[in-house]
């Protein structure tokens, strides 16, 4: 769900961003991607830092080459799995994942979280204008979701952080889906899904 972009702390989305250009190109610009980002130089070697040690397991080098950075990651290492380590240090994301989960009391999610007051309040309000944004905040400070866009939004933080503790799992349901998309990959189109959109189909049925 691209709203959430919206609400994702801007370190984590400019790492995000980051950490996706690395991947892609192998070597990017600290100039042109602080310009891209709106950003200085200085805050893009902050996050490429940040970067190396939050994914120091799946990098396999790593240097500054003057204004250029190369970064090169394990093969066994995803995108999907290397933009989820970094999301899960959103508090945003954790604070409404557990909100949606059904934890309404927000001290007891701050200690949850390791949030101070200040911090959880903070987000208390971001939580609400995302849901006013989204037609979902009802009067009285009431959140009411629809429970078809419930299950989309769970789908999408699990993407994000890599927490399924909101999708029930099933083993003989998931075996039987792994054998579905096996079917339509073999019988449609000469359909190939890579392993993140099979993660997304999986998540998806559960």
């Keep these: 769900m691209i709203l959430l972009e919206n609400y994702i702390e801007k370190n984590i989305f400019r790492q995000t961003y980051i950490c996706h250009q690395l991947y892609l190109k192998k070597k990017i610009s600290i100039k042109e991607t602080a310009k ?3 950003s200085c ?13 939050v994914l120091s397991e799946e990098i396999a080098d790593f240097e500054y080459l003057g204004n250029f950075c190369r970064m090169n990651f394990k ?13 899960k240090r959103s508090n945003f994301l954790l604070v409404l994942n557990d909100y949606l989960l059904g934890s309404f009391n927000w001290t007891k999610i701050a200690e949850k979280e390791f949030l101070s007051t200040s911090k959880i309040y903070q987000i208390r309000s971001q939580v609400f204008s995302f849901a006013k944004e989204l037609g979902y905040l009802k009067d009285n400070k009431n959140i009411l979701i629809p429970e078809k866009d ?10 994000y952080t890599g927490d399924r503790s909101a999708i029930p799992t099933n083993s003989m349901i998931e075996n039987a889906s792994e054998k579905l998309i096996d079917f339509v990959e073999n019988h449609f ?4 899904y890579p392993h993140d959109e099979r993660q997304i189909i999986l998540l998806g049925i559960q």
């Design 36 to 38: 891209t980002l709106d």
């Design 41 to 53: 130089p200085t805050t893009i070697n902050n996050d490429i830092e940040v970067i190396s040690e």
């Design 75 to 87: 093969v066994k290492s995803s995108l999907q799995i290397l933009t989820q380590k970094i999301c």
């Design 150 to 159: 419930l299950r989309y939004l769970l789908i999408s933080l699990s993407l």
């Design 189 to 192: 189109f000469s359909r190939v």
